[in-house]
């Protein structure tokens, strides 16, 4: 933050010191505290199955947060994911009506989702508008269409293969989301920490116009993280859609603050230019093991969001209390 | 004159007026005063929040608990009346006002003295004031027939045939109209926006001026609150939910420059205006009140859209000339 001269160190902190101070170190400090005190708060919480479904509660949201993270770091925003959910949702519903099959409602929900995705993306890379406004925008417009089309209704009737995409096992307790949500971090963690693409995310991130300088080609990859990010929701749509058996156009209402949420809470800046999945991968954790705890204790979803909301305000606000008591 | 003429506020105007004709030509009685009286009455909240939210964009910031703060401060304006029914309406008014500042003003401060994106904060204080709503008040409903009438009785008091409610809206763009042209402060909201660090060198104080747009949002917001619940004599959890955006396509569609800097109060509330004709002419000309979150979200794409054309930033053109040659 501070403009004064930095000092270069007489000797480099060794690696594995760096590791222990960092944020993720923290916060996987934090997800064990959380687990030993739900362990000892509520006597069902130590059980395989309850903790299998404890993973339901962040997945869904996980899996969009991947991609979110990767266009927070490029220093854009997606509001509109929840909303894409919706629409995504909707659309099955429709193709369903119309006699398609499994796979062929999967495909119509991530078509939507990558549609969706593309017309974000084509809105602020190729007319240059700021993405808060225009995803506040399209989150208006795309349950908007879904409530034209649903109004008060509902779909439902999914057929009974299609559930397994939601409410499957793959060995045990091991569901098929919880393997989709390790599959897709291991899967972004590589295109984010181990590739160029990569690194160009995060030189978008710190300087846009450096990174043109650079002859990275800074639209082109933007509306590739847009269209990641609607694909992404439009799994998690067939996951949700999978879960719940219905389809309503308040489906997956506020998850945009949630994910939001759990990439801040992840380490990554806000203002773009830095995170890790792996940061996201445990905020994920820590998110989903304090709901379900909270859950266990009877405490109502709305108290749960206050909680959320000082979340994703104090993990931003206590670094600069800390920086600014320490100076 | 010719300037005028092509400004946003009075193509705005234009296309009010046409959209008016449109829904007269067919529905008639659309256009009859005691109806347009009714449509700009409510509007009128809409009118009020997107004042305060235009100033909030113009510092580069944006206010996305304005609903939650409207419902917090409606409940507790309806639980204080429940517990003590003699409190006079200015007392209740004043709690508003001074609850509203202060839900405001811890934006305001998360924004100013920890340097947190508006956004966040704001989305932040969204889920908490909401939140807070429900602690509060259990998750019950105060209804109509535990309000006293002096308190319901309020906003639809009629003055020169305008309820008070319209009348406030009225004079809250006044007063902003006023703030915003003819005090250092006013200036000092564009200085901001337009361009932080040559406010700095003009001794703006950037992240105090941002606090007070904060403040004042929130002190409109408070107001609506009891305005709101006790037009619609009901205050629980939900009421306003997802208002926030309503808000922001006013300004948008108003011209308010999301960048900050540009746009003007009387935008804002032609936009306001735009949006509760369309509201209100949609169950007239017979289309599900379903069609309305998509109709102002495509508002608000296509006015964002439009926007671009006279807002955007004018980079190098040794830039331009490779990022189009990049896009070819």
Redesign the interface.
């Given at each position: 933050m501070s403009d004064t001269a930095r000092h270069i160190p007489d000797r480099l902190q060794s690696p594995a010191l760096k590791a222990f101070k960092s944020w993720e170190t923290l916060l996987l400090a934090v997800a064990i505290a959380i687990f030993v005190t739900n362990s000892f708060l509520s006597p069902y919480f130590l059980n395989a199955w309850n903790l299998s479904d404890a993973t339901f509660n962040f997945t869904e949201k996980a899996m969009i947060a991947f991609a979110m993270a990767l266009l927070i770091i490029a220093g854009e925003?997606d509001l509109s994911v929840a909303s894409i959910i919706a629409l995504a949702s909707t659309a099955m519903g429709a193709a369903l009506q119309l006699d398609v099959g499994t796979w062929g409602l999967v495909a119509v929900g991530l078509g939507t989702g990558v549609l969706c995705g593309a017309f974000n993306g084509l809105?602020v890379t190729g007319?240059?508008?700021?993405s808060?406004?225009?995803t506040?925008?399209?989150?208006?417009?795309?349950?908007?269409?879904s409530?034209?089309v649903?109004?008060?209704q509902g779909f439902r009737g999914y057929p009974s293969d299609f559930s397994f995409f939601g409410q499957g096992y793959v060995w045990w307790v091991i569901s098929f989301e919880f393997v989709l949500f390790a599959g897709l971090a291991v899967l972004y963690y590589i295109l984010l920490h181990r590739t160029n693409f990569g690194r160009a995310v995060y030189a978008i991130g710190n300087n846009p116009?450096g990174a043109?300088f650079s002859g990275i080609?800074v639209?082109r990859v933007k509306f590739i993280l847009f269209l990641l990010t609607g694909l992404m929701a439009g799994v998690a749509a067939v996951c949700l859609t999978s879960r719940l058996g219905s389809t309503r156009?308040t489906i997956a209402l506020?998850w945009e603050?949630e994910v939001?949420?759990m990439v801040?809470l992840g380490g990554v800046n806000?203002?773009g230019g830095s995170g890790s999945i792996p940061g996201v991968v445990i905020a994920a954790f820590v998110m989903g093991l304090v709901t379900f705890g909270l859950g266990l204790l009877n405490v109502?979803g709305?108290?749960m969001?206050?909680f959320?909301?000082?979340l994703?305000?104090g993990v931003?606000?206590l670094p600069?209390?800390w920086t600014m008591w320490r100076a | 004159m010719i300037r005028y003429v092509k400004s946003r506020e009075a193509l705005l105007v234009g296309v009010i007026l046409a959209l008016i004709a449109l829904i007269a030509s067919r529905f008639p009685a659309f256009i009859l005063p005691s109806n347009l009286v009714n449509v700009f009455t409510d509007t009128s909240p809409l009118i009020i929040l997107a004042v305060g939210q235009a100033i909030v964009i113009l510092t580069r910031c944006?206010d996305l608990s304005v609903a939650a703060n409207l419902a917090l401060t409606g409940m507790v304006c309806a639980m204080l009346n429940v517990a003590y029914p003699g409190l006079p309406i200015p007392v209740i008014i004043a709690v508003a006002l001074m609850l509203g500042a202060v839900l405001g003003a811890i934006n305001g401060i998360?924004v100013w003295k920890?340097?947190?994106?508006p956004?966040?904060?704001t989305?932040?204080?969204?889920?908490?004031y909401?939140?807070?709503i429900?602690?509060i008040s259990d998750?019950a409903w105060v209804n109509a027939h535990e309000m006293s009438a002096a308190f319901t009785g309020f906003p639809r008091a009629e003055i020169l045939g305008l309820p008070v409610l319209a009348w406030l809206a009225i004079l809250t763009a006044i007063i902003f109209f006023i703030v915003i042209a003819r005090t250092p402060l006013g200036r000092a909201f564009y200085a901001v926006g337009g361009n932080p660090h040559a406010a700095v060198y003009a001794g703006i104080n950037v992240g105090k001026t941002q606090f007070w747009a904060f403040v004042l949002s929130g002190t409109l917001a408070g107001l609506t609150g009891y305005l709101w619940v006790a037009r619609y004599s009901v205050a629980y959890?939900d009421i306003a939910k997802g208002f926030e955006?309503e808000v922001?396509?006013a300004c948008?569609i108003g011209g308010i420059a999301?960048?900050g800097g540009a746009g003007t109060i009387m935008g804002a509330i032609l936009g306001a205006i735009f949006l509760g004709i369309i509201k209100n002419a949609l169950p007239v000309v017979g289309i599900?009140p379903?069609?309305?979150?998509?109709?102002?979200?495509?508002?608000?794409?296509i006015a964002?859209?439009f926007n671009?054309r006279a807002g955007?930033?004018k980079?190098r053109i040794i830039?331009k000339r490779?990022?189009a040659e990049?896009?070819a």
């Open positions: 925003i809105m007319l240059g508008l700021p808060i406004v225009v506040i925008g399209t989150m208006s417009l795309f349950r908007g269409i409530y034209i649903l109004g008060d116009t043109l080609r639209a156009p506020g603050l939001v949420t801040v806000i203002l109502p709305i108290v969001s206050i959320i909301g000082c994703l305000i931003i606000a600069r209390l | 944006i998360l920890l340097t947190i994106p956004i966040v904060v989305l932040g204080t969204l889920t908490i909401r939140g807070i429900f602690v998750g959890v955006l922001v396509a948008v999301i960048a599900s379903f069609w309305q979150l998509a109709i102002s979200g495509a508002a608000i794409v964002v859209a671009a955007r930033a980079g830039l490779a990022e990049a896009q």
